[in-house]
């Protein structure tokens, strides 16, 4: 079964950048991608998604033109660049994996997180 592995998370003034990377311990090039972060007292949401190939990706509303997912297959690995942070971005950063974006069937695999805080 896919191990996937989060790192990157961080402490960053507003308006700052971090690089998350998901690190999958096998062949990644099956799954769909997607990066999840749940702040304290809310619900988890869903940010950005790819799928297998890289070819398509969605974000969050939230997040769309300061976030930007992409994956190294040969890596094993999915990044998301998050941009332009602000306070409301702090949260746990999960990623996790399915067979399409869709999340039919459900992600499974889940990182343990990394936190990012946004504060000055």
């Known amino acids: 079964q896919l191990q996937l592995v989060e790192s990157g998370g961080g402490l960053v003034q507003p308006g700052g950048s971090l690089r998350l990377s998901c690190a999958a311990s096998?062949?990644?090039?099956?799954?769909?991608i997607g990066w999840f972060r749940q702040a304290p007292g809310k619900e988890r949401e869903e940010v950005s998604c790819?799928?297998?190939?890289?070819?398509?990706?969605n974000y969050a509303n939230s997040v769309r033109g300061r976030f930007t997912i992409s994956r190294d297959n040969a890596k094993n690995t999915v990044y998301l660049q998050m941009n332009l942070l602000k306070p409301e971005d702090t949260a746990v950063y999960y990623c996790?994996?399915?067979?399409?974006?869709?999340?039919?069937?459900?992600?499974?695999?889940w990182g343990q997180g990394t936190q990012v805080t946004v504060s000055s």
């Open positions: 996790a994996a399915a067979p399409f974006c869709s999340g039919v069937p459900p992600f499974s695999s």
């Open positions: 096998g062949f990644m090039d099956r799954y769909a």
């Open positions: 790819i799928t297998a190939s890289g070819g398509h990706t």
